[in-house]
Every structure is written in structure tokens, then in C-alpha cells.
């Protein structure tokens, strides 16, 4: 077995459950100690070598602005060790490295007797301890002595206490004080950190962000009683990227904002994350653009959601009608349909058919008029029997202008524009 422990300098308990999320996507075996991380990383070989999982951890350092010492070794005291004192062989650990081995979780200080006693006699390493005599040990320093021998001697038998995600993803920024936050465009700058963190913890734990909420606490010594501004952020497909939700946040927020400004600075931003689906937290496929190119896809979909509305935005996709305008309906998900052989259709197709008059060789709707040059078909196109409306004579109208397709009820011989072909 191999062990990764990640070295907190200087200790943050907030920031390390949040690390701790975000490393879940490395491995699912992890335990945290007072200052520490450590993973089980011997069964994810095949995924990744020791060396990449130490840069990618070092990535991860950087983008959540913590420093820490990294060292993997073959049990969780050597590992705490190596962390600390940047080597793992007992001849070169100093004595004091016996805290790890006797308490790696919580560096219990209960030792610190023994161990000042040990420098006094002028044991300096663990090399030098563990010659001792064993009896020696015993009748110096009691049952504490015994025991710490026994646990470096017995190093992987350490008990693993395993890791419990939170409940809720929140992550929250502080502003300084010397920093006066108004706009959008400053405030997003701080945003940016926020979202890494929180698109790192929802990849370990292996899901996508649905929906979001985003909070502005604001300075209390302005006039103005408005202490707090609120979005609930609601996406149509859930995301991973923060380039998207930095996109689809300015098109919300920053329109809001230039709306009604913030009547006070900013003191702190929170980003909570309230829904949250199942996905593939993996990156995307070196040889395909597919999976990216649907990522794009969604985005701009939602950033014109944003635009014009939920309820006009969609997917037309087929029903079972034979009627045109009937033909299909709105879904918020692109649907697979069985491949149907039929005449070509227009790209633009009216809601509601216009009523046509001919002259001659001439179509007239209102102010417009159109030269009939070629007619093609008729198309018979029947729909519910119980309708008025239940049969039509489709045509394909090439004129002067553009092509029309026009239908002739059979019954009133009346002429009808239903799309144009573009």
C-alpha cells in the first residue's frame, strides 16, 4: 500500500475539508488529521503515476492559494513524517518524529517528556530509539515508552479513520478592507477563485452543478438599509466548467447590477450550491471534440435562455401528427426520432396559415405578391378525421422571390401559405 499525506502550511480548517472534496477525485480512501490529508493511492496506480499525482496536487494547492508539503510512503506514520521533516529513512528522522508514528492524526504532545528526556541522554534519531533496550524503554519511561516503540515498529496497522464529505458546498470570500467592491467587473475577479473551488469539489465528488446561490454581504455603515444582495442561479443543463457559470453569472448578475447598483462595498461573497446531478467529473477525451462541443452547446443555449426566457427557448422535437403545425413540441432535450422518408419542408413555418389570393399568375397576401413560375405536387397530407381541417394539398411554390409552400383545402379549394423554403 502507498500513502499521499498533504501537509497543511500553515493549518486551515475551512480550506482542508474543501481540499479534501476536491481530492476525492484521486482516491476515495481519505482521511484527514489535525493538519493533515492523507489518501490511499496504491490501488489507482493504472490511473496515475506517484510523480503525476504530485503535481496534479500541487495544481490543486495553487488554484485553492494553500502551501503544503506533499510525501507518499508505504504507511501513514512515514508518510506524516516525510511531510514534516522532508525525509523518511529512521537514521536521518530526528527524534522528534516520534509524535507521527505515535499519534499521526492529532500529533498528540504527550510524549514531549520522553522525548526531551531522550535528547538529554543523546538519542537524536529514531535509528538510535529503536536500538535501545527494549526493557530499558520499559522500566525509563513506562507504558508510553512501550507503546510508542510498538507503533513504530507496527506502522501499518495504524487505525484509518475515514473521511466524511459535507453536507453542503459553500464557499465563501472575505474582501479587505482597503478593496471597495461596486461593479461587477471587480467582483469577479474574487468570483473566479470562489467557483474554482467549488467546481474542484463538486469534480471529487463526482457531480455536475445545477443550481447555485449567490449572495453579496455588504458593508453595514452605509445609509441605505440593504445589507445583502441574492441570486438563485437555476441551469437548464448542469455544468462543470467555470469559464460557463463565469458566463452565465455576468449575463444574470452583471445585467441586475447595471439595473440597480450596490448601494454599499462588498464585504464577503458566498457561493452556495444547492442542487447538484450525477456526471462524469473526468476530463474530455483527447481524440473526440464531442463531449466539448456539447459543453459549447449547452452554454450558449443557456446563455440565450438567460436572454429571452425559459419558456422561449427549446428543442422542437417530433410528435405524432400528420398536421404541420402540429407536428412537434417543445423539450428542453434534443430527442432521437426514427428516421421518416419524406418530402423536403420548410425551415421557417407559420403557427397560424395565411390566407392566399390568386390573380392569375399571381399569390397575393396583403401588401405582398409573388409570380408563380413552377408548381410541384400535390402533396395529400391528412391529419385527424374528426377535424375541419383534416386534409390538405401541399405544394412547393417557386416564384419570383423565393419558394413558398402553400396548401389547397380540397373541400373549399381555399389557398393557404403555411412556410417558406430558404
Not at 101 to 112: N, Q
Not at 149 to 165: P, S, T
Not at 279 to 295: L, V
Not at 395 to 422: A, C, N, S
Request: with cysteine; charged share 25%.
Amino acid at each position: 500500500m502507498r500513502f499521499a499525506c498533504i501537509l497543511l502550511l500553515p493549518k486551515d480548517e475551512v480550506l482542508q475539508l474543501s481540499l479534501a472534496e476536491a481530492c476525492l477525485r484521486f482516491s476515495p480512501e481519505i482521511s484527514l488529521g489535525s493538519r493533515t490529508i492523507i489518501l490511499e493511492i496504491g490501488k489507482c496506480r493504472t490511473l496515475y503515476s506517484e510523480e503525476l499525482f504530485i503535481k496534479r496536487v500541487q495544481v490543486l494547492l495553487k488554484r485553492f492559494g494553500l502551501s503544503a508539503k506533499v510525501w507518499i510512503a508505504s504507511d501513514i506514520p512515514s508518510s506524516v513524517a516525510g511531510a514534516m521533516y522532508g525525509r523518511a529513512l529512521p537514521a536521518f528522522l530526528p527524534i522528534e518524529a516520534l509524535y507521527c508514528y505515535f499519534s499521526p492524526f492529532t500529533f498528540d504532545l504527550s510524549l514531549e517528556p520522553m522525548v526531551r528526556a531522550l535528547r538529554k541522554l543523546g538519542v537524536e534519531t529514531l535509528a538510535e530509539f529503536i536500538q535501545l533496550p527494549h526493557h530499558s524503554i520499559a522500566k525509563k519511561f513506562g507504558k508510553d515508552g512501550l507503546l510508542a516503540l510498538h507503533r513504530y515498529l507496527h506502522a501499518h496497522q495504524v487505525v484509518w479513520n475515514r473521511f466524511q464529505v459535507s453536507e453542503k458546498i459553500i464557499e465563501q470570500f472575505n474582501v479587505e478592507s482597503h478593496e471597495a467592491l461596486y461593479d461587477y467587473d471587480s467582483i469577479s475577479f474574487f468570483l473566479k477563485r470562489i467557483l474554482d473551488r467549488v467546481v474542484m469539489r463538486t469534480c471529487g465528488l463526482g457531480q455536475l452543478i445545477s443550481k447555485m446561490r449567490l449572495k453579496f454581504y455588504l458593508d453595514t455603515y452605509s445609509s441605505y438599509q440593504e445589507t445583502e444582495r441574492e441570486w438563485l442561479l437555476e441551469f437548464s443543463f448542469p455544468h462543470r466548467s467555470v469559464r460557463a457559470f463565469l458566463d452565465m453569472i455576468r449575463d444574470r448578475v452583471g445585467a441586475d447590477l447595471q439595473k440597480k447598483s450596490l448601494s454599499a462595498p462588498v464585504l464577503r461573497i458566498e457561493l452556495e450550491v444547492l442542487e447538484m446531478v450525477k456526471g462524469n467529473p473526468s476530463q474530455f477525451q483527447f481524440f473526440s471534440q464531442q463531449e466539448e462541443q456539447q459543453e459549447n452547446m449547452n452554454l450558449l443555449i443557456e446563455r440565450i435562455t438567460n436572454k429571452l426566457g425559459k419558456e422561449n427557448v427549446f428543442y422542437a422535437v417530433p410528435f405524432e401528427s400528420y398536421i404541420p403545425e402540429r407536428s412537434w413540441k417543445k423539450a428542453m432535450l434534443p430527442v432521437k426520432a426514427k428516421e421518416l422518408r419524406l418530402r423536403s419542408r420548410p425551415l421557417r413555418l407559420f403557427s397560424k396559415p395565411e390566407l392566399l389570393r390568386q390573380l392569375d399568375q399571381y399569390l397575393i397576401l396583403r401588401e405582398y405578391r409573388w409570380k408563380i413560375l413552377q408548381l410541384v405536387g400535390p402533396e395529400r397530407i391528412t391529419g385527424e378525421w374528426w377535424l375541419d381541417d383534416h386534409a390538405r394539398d401541399y405544394f412547393e411554390v417557386h416564384t419570383d422571390q423565393e419558394i413558398l409552400w402553400v396548401y389547397r383545402k380540397p373541400l373549399t379549394q381555399e389557398l393557404f401559405l403555411h412556410g417558406v423554403f430558404d
